[in-house]
């Protein structure tokens, strides 16, 4: 940003400075200094002024610059800088001059850091303007108007000296109608690193570009064949496009020496999306559309990152932190990092071709304590990425980044300084531009420090830097390719350099984790919720025939109820824990035990049906259907048990009945229940009770009843024997006289009816017999 500007007498030549002087000694008033209209030149930021002696009540012109070109300039080079004048006083500038001046030598970081820390504008320190010719002149800045410049300097004008960093001034001088009299406006400053030829000793510069992004993906799936992915939002094909932050990354990195850190939860997200997904809207879900999006980034990945180095870190980057402080004492915990650390490698593999180096941990923001870093390396890596404010040297120079902190384990320890470089808003180009040369000055001056060895340097930055904030980072690293003074270096080989014998090698207690990022951890509950899930998982996973179809989206899923984006996002967090969950939860309800209300069991013994219901679109085995009789000696099961038990397996989509024996022994209800296990013997949803009344028939009544039908078959017996002897009396009496009709018709004279076909003697009919008939069998 622009630096609020002293108003101090600011001449352009000796003779000025001389009859300025002499006229406030004799006059006491200051001298109007006349200056030259030039050609008008847009937008910035200002900063409000004082007087020396005494307060004017405008405020400053604000100044600031939009490029520096060359930023690292060498011999025969012409700089050119533009940028923009806003007067953001009450009063119009008028006779203003736009000009460069070149500050001292700055001596160190220390002095870097010392030079952008001042506000104000302070003739020694700021340095003295060069010739007038290399300005720009202002006839009039009225208020509230802003002006582009754009001034081009040979270097051979700057009269740099020895090889180092210099502070570079913009300032802006006129006056105004109560002050009349020339004098510093505004004023901007940044740095120049003049370094014109190849150092022998360069530092070597290792930094790190990371692919990473919060959750996308949901745990639930379509239960097609190919489980067509459920996607939180469409968010990520913003970021996948080519103007998109991770778009931009993959673009600006192609060409850049740096070294690729990637979540593998990325990539996988990512391929989901090249085939068919869908998209949450609301309550219900649409086909997602970005399937081309995500096949180009994935195809710019791939060419990338060929041959180059590439640093996975564990499935859905897990906040170690958050483990160490909240999560390790919950058992299951740290067993979720081995899973992760050890999906890591095949899943980037897959997918970009490359195969990864899996060794190294990044806790946020570099900081680090003695449980971090057990828990770090407990999961197999032995490579910690520190950062120096937290791994804090007590040395006069900028150790290099490696450096052993007992186990077996090695401390990468980057540069907090340009690791956050580029943080904050650097969509202004003002800002953009002035963190570049800051990034650049620091990079010389850790060169150029009295040192005898050659040192290594990494630059961890943001995890999701912006699309502006990557755009800044690769200007800086686009200028460092010469390397005049620093020389690209993969973090693999940054972590076998030899380290400095004086650098600090103990690891802070937890006491000395900073609070702020301490209250952006994960509470202990969502740990807690992260074992409930994974117990829940492990019983429904026994039961499957194809448990990757469950394992693998819920085993991811839990993995990024983990992850290091939830920093912050609280409600956000739990709210994604909670439909893992409910996902799950859904899932087990497929297969359950059918309800029934009551039965009713007549007889000594019978079969008391249970059914099981399989709507998954997988078969399911592994299952053991244990029924319980509340009152065994009401209604025994088998053997004369209580309890009695059958194995289940049940085809996707299918229900199956299973019986099992049961024996009355007395008469009422009998409460009943239907549970399954696994056959580990865990129960599996939710129990089944019911009804069973009990109807015995007693031997007593089971006498009555045979002694009825007894009587019954007697009675028959007697009608039969009756109705036989009147028979036989009939045909005793003679052969009855029968009459032949005209028609051929017979009649018999007793019956009195015209026809009979079926006379009482001769062949048996093959129909059955008439109530009144006798039939002879």
Same mark, same amino acid.
């Given at each position: 940003?622009?630096?609020?500007?002293?108003?101090?007498?600011?001449?352009?030549?000796?003779?000025?400075?001389?009859? /300025?002087?002499?006229?406030?000694?004799?006059?006491?008033?200051?001298?109007?200094?006349?200056?030259?209209?030039?050609?008008?030149?847009?937008?910035?930021?200002?900063?409000?002024?004082?007087?020396?002696?005494?307060?004017?009540?405008?405020?400053?012109?604000?100044?600031?610059?939009?490029?520096?070109?060359?930023?690292?300039?060498?011999?025969?080079?012409?700089?050119?800088?533009?940028?923009?004048?806003?007067?953001?006083?009450? @009063?119009?500038?008028?006779?203003?001059?736009?000009?460069?001046?070149?500050?001292?030598?700055?001596?160190?970081?220390?002095?870097?850091?010392?030079?952008?820390?001042?506000?104000?504008?302070?003739?020694?320190?700021?340095?003295?303007?060069?010739?007038?010719?290399?300005?720009?002149?202002?006839?009039?800045?009225?208020?509230?108007?802003?002006?582009?410049?754009?001034?081009?300097?040979?270097?051979?004008?700057?009269?740099?000296?020895?090889?180092?960093?210099?502070?570079?001034?913009?300032?802006?001088?006129?006056?105004?109608?109560?002050?009349?009299?020339?004098?510093?406006?505004?004023?901007?400053?940044?740095?120049?690193?003049?370094?014109?030829?190849?150092?022998?000793?360069?530092?070597?510069?290792?930094?790190?570009?990371?692919?990473?992004?919060?959750?996308?993906?949901?745990?639930?799936?379509?239960?097609?064949?190919?489980?067509?992915?459920?996607?939180?939002?469409?968010?990520?094909?913003?970021?996948?496009?080519?103007?998109?932050?991770?778009?931009?990354?993959?673009?600006?990195?192609?060409?850049?020496?740096?070294?690729?850190?990637?979540?593998?939860?990325?990539?996988?997200?990512?391929?989901?999306?090249?085939?068919?997904?869908?998209?949450?809207?609301?309550?219900?879900?649409?086909?997602?559309?970005?399937?081309?999006?995500?096949?180009?980034?994935?195809?710019?990945?791939?060419?990338?990152?060929?041959?180059?180095?590439?640093?996975?870190?564990?499935?859905?980057?897990?906040?170690?932190?958050?483990?160490?402080?909240?999560?390790?004492?919950?058992?299951?915990?740290?067993?979720?990092?081995?899973?992760?650390?050890?999906?890591?490698?095949?899943?980037?593999?897959?997918?970009?071709?490359?195969?990864?180096?899996?060794?190294?941990?990044?806790?946020?923001?570099?900081?680090?304590?003695?449980?971090?870093?057990?828990?770090?390396?407990?999961?197999?890596?032995?490579?910690?990425?520190?950062?120096?404010?937290?791994?804090?040297?007590?040395?006069?120079?900028?150790?290099?980044?490696?450096?052993?902190?007992?186990?077996?384990?090695?401390?990468?320890?980057?540069?907090?300084?340009?690791?956050?470089?580029?943080?904050?808003?650097?969509?202004?180009?003002?800002?953009?531009?002035?963190?570049?040369?800051?990034?650049?000055?620091?990079?010389?001056?850790?060169?150029?420090?009295?040192?005898?060895?050659?040192?290594?340097? !990494?630059?961890?930055?943001? /995890?999701?830097?912006?699309?502006?904030?990557?755009?800044?980072?690769?200007?800086?690293?686009?200028?460092?390719?010469?390397?005049?003074?620093?020389?690209?270096?993969?973090?693999?080989?940054?972590?076998?350099?030899?380290?400095?014998?004086?650098?600090?090698?103990?690891?802070?207690?937890?006491?000395?984790?900073?609070?702020?990022?301490?209250?952006?951890?994960?509470?202990?509950?969502?740990?807690?919720?992260?074992?409930?899930?994974?117990?829940?998982?492990?019983?429904?996973?026994?039961?499957?025939?194809?448990?990757?179809?469950?394992?693998?989206?819920?085993?991811?899923?839990?993995?990024?109820?983990?992850?290091?984006?939830? /920093?912050?996002?609280?409600?956000?967090?739990?709210?994604?824990?909670?439909?893992?969950?409910?996902?799950?939860?859904?899932?087990?309800?497929?297969?359950?035990?059918?309800?029934?209300?009551?039965?009713?069991?007549?007889?000594?013994?019978?079969?008391?049906?249970?059914?099981? @219901?399989?709507?998954?679109?997988?078969?399911?085995?592994?299952?053991?259907?244990?029924?319980?009789?509340?009152?065994?000696?009401?209604?025994?099961?088998?053997?004369?048990?209580?309890?009695?038990?059958?194995?289940?397996?049940?085809?996707?989509?299918?229900?199956?009945?299973?019986?099992?024996?049961?024996?009355?022994? !007395?008469?009422?209800?009998?409460?009943?229940?239907?549970?399954?296990?696994?056959?580990?013997?865990?129960?599996?949803?939710?129990?089944?009770?019911?009804?069973?009344?009990?109807?015995?028939?007693?031997?007593?009544?089971?006498?009555?009843?045979?002694?009825?039908?007894?009587?019954?078959?007697?009675?028959?017996?007697?009608?039969?024997? @009756?109705?036989?002897?009147?028979?036989?009396?009939?045909?005793?009496?003679?052969?009855?006289?029968?009459? @032949?009709?005209?028609?051929?018709?017979?009649?018999?004279?007793?019956?009195?009816?015209?026809?009979?076909?079926?006379?009482?003697?001769?062949?048996?009919?093959?129909?059955?017999?008439?109530?009144?008939?006798?039939?002879?069998?």
């Amino acid at each position: 940003m622009a630096e609020a500007a002293v108003f101090q007498e600011t001449p352009t030549s000796p003779a000025r400075r001389w009859l /300025r002087r002499t006229a406030s000694v004799i006059v006491g008033a200051p001298l109007v200094a006349g200056l030259l209209g030039g050609p008008a030149a847009p937008a910035a930021q200002a900063a409000p002024q004082t007087a020396p002696q005494a307060a004017s009540g405008s405020r400053t012109v604000d100044v600031s610059l939009n490029t520096v070109a060359p930023a690292a300039p060498v011999k025969g080079d012409s700089l050119t800088i533009t940028g923009t004048v806003v007067n953001e006083g009450r @009063q119009t500038v008028s006779g203003a001059e736009i000009g460069l001046r070149v500050g001292e030598r700055l001596i160190g970081r220390t002095g870097i850091d010392r030079a952008a820390q001042r506000t104000g504008y302070s003739p020694g320190p700021d340095g003295s303007p060069i010739d007038d010719k290399f300005t720009v002149k202002l006839p009039k800045l009225a208020s509230g108007i802003s002006q582009d410049f754009s001034l081009t300097v040979p270097v051979s004008e700057l009269e740099l000296g020895e090889d180092g960093v210099y502070q570079l001034g913009v300032a802006l001088s006129g006056q105004t109608p109560s002050e009349r009299y020339e004098h510093v406006l505004g004023f901007e400053r940044t740095f120049l690193p003049w370094q014109p030829e190849a150092l022998e000793k360069r530092t070597r510069l290792t930094y790190l570009w990371p692919l990473i992004s919060s959750t996308h993906l949901s745990s639930e799936t379509r239960s097609d064949e190919q489980q067509t992915p459920v996607f939180e939002d469409e968010s990520l094909a913003k970021e996948l496009a080519p103007e998109g932050r991770l778009g931009q990354l993959v673009s600006l990195g192609r060409d850049l020496p740096v070294t690729w850190v990637i979540d593998p939860d990325l990539l996988s997200t990512v391929e989901a999306m090249t085939v068919d997904y869908e998209v949450r809207q609301g309550e219900d879900t649409v086909k997602g559309k970005n399937q081309d999006v995500a096949k180009a980034w994935l195809n710019n990945l791939q060419s990338a990152v060929k041959g180059r180095k590439v640093v996975a870190l564990p499935f859905a980057d897990p906040d170690l932190a958050s483990l160490a402080h909240r999560g390790k004492n919950v058992s299951g915990s740290l067993s979720h990092l081995q899973q992760a650390t050890e999906v890591a490698e095949s899943t980037v593999e897959t997918i970009i071709h490359e195969k990864p180096s899996t060794d190294f941990a990044w806790p946020v923001e570099g900081a680090i304590d003695s449980s971090i870093v057990d828990v770090a390396t407990s999961a197999g890596a032995d490579k910690v990425i520190a950062r120096s404010d937290s791994l804090r040297d007590d040395l006069n120079y900028t150790a290099s980044a490696a450096r052993p902190i007992g186990g077996g384990t090695t401390a990468v320890v980057s540069d907090a300084r340009l690791s956050t470089a580029f943080q904050g808003d650097m969509l202004s180009t003002g800002s953009s531009t002035l963190a570049v040369q800051k990034f650049l000055a620091q990079t010389l001056a850790v060169t150029l420090q009295d040192t005898d060895e050659q040192r290594s340097l !990494v630059v961890a930055p943001q /995890r999701t830097p912006t699309v502006s904030q990557a755009q800044s980072m690769a200007r800086a690293l686009e200028a460092l390719k010469p390397e005049r003074w620093t020389q690209s270096m993969d973090l693999i080989a940054a972590s076998a350099f030899k380290p400095d014998a004086g650098a600090t090698t103990k690891v802070p207690p937890a006491s000395r984790y900073p609070t702020q990022l301490r209250k952006q951890e994960l509470p202990v509950r969502a740990f807690q919720d992260i074992r409930t899930t994974q117990n829940a998982l492990d019983r429904f996973t026994v039961i499957l025939t194809q448990m990757d179809r469950v394992e693998t989206p819920f085993g991811r899923a839990i993995d990024r109820e983990m992850s290091t984006s939830w /920093r912050g996002r609280a409600a956000e967090a739990q709210q994604y824990r909670t439909g893992v969950r409910e996902n799950l939860q859904v899932l087990t309800q497929e297969v359950q035990l059918i309800q029934k209300s009551q039965i009713t069991l007549s007889g000594r013994s019978a079969t008391i049906p249970v059914t099981v @219901q399989n709507r998954l679109m997988q078969e399911v085995d592994h299952l053991v259907l244990k029924l319980r009789s509340d009152n065994g000696a009401r209604l025994s099961l088998e053997d004369g048990n209580a309890v009695a038990e059958q194995p289940i397996e049940v085809k996707g989509g299918h229900s199956q009945s299973v019986k099992f024996d049961a024996l009355a022994h !007395v008469n009422g209800q009998v409460r009943m229940t239907a549970q399954l296990y696994t056959v580990d013997g865990e129960p599996y949803g939710e129990k089944m009770q019911f009804t069973v009344k009990v109807s015995e028939i007693t031997p007593t009544v089971m006498l009555v009843i045979a002694g009825g039908v007894l009587l019954l078959v007697l009675a028959g017996v007697r009608m039969y024997t @009756q109705r036989k002897r009147a028979g036989a009396a009939e045909r005793a009496d003679g052969p009855e006289q029968v009459t @032949q009709g005209s028609d051929g018709d017979t009649e018999s004279p007793d019956r009195g009816q015209a026809s009979d076909p079926t006379p009482d003697t001769g062949p048996e009919s093959g129909n059955p017999s008439g109530p009144s008939e006798k039939v002879d069998r």
